[in-house]
């Protein structure tokens, strides 16, 4: 441990829970980050986890479960 100060901002994570439209846009940018064949409509257009493990299975060919375990992990809860 150290004495300085934490670099991140305090408030960040209250940030995002009041702006959810902020929160879902982050959230995007992440999914297109891990999986670049979405486009930025494509992104936009995602429901909900399971329309994201859809995708999943239809362009990257993965199995469910894996798309599944996969989504899951970038999703961490959060909400479209």
Known sequence: MTDQ???ASPNA???MQD????ARKL???EIGSKWGKFSAQELTDLK??????SQL???????KNAAQRDA???V????F
């Open 5 to 7: 100060p934490s670099t």
């Open 13 to 15: 994570a209250n940030r």
């Open 19 to 22: 702006n959810p439209a902020e």
């Open 27 to 29: 959230l995007r940018a």
């Open 48 to 53: 909900d986890n399971d329309d994201l493990v």
């Open 57 to 63: 299975v239809a362009k990257y060919g993965l199995e």
């Open 72 to 74: 899951a992990a970038v």
């Open 76 to 79: 961490k809860g959060r909400t």
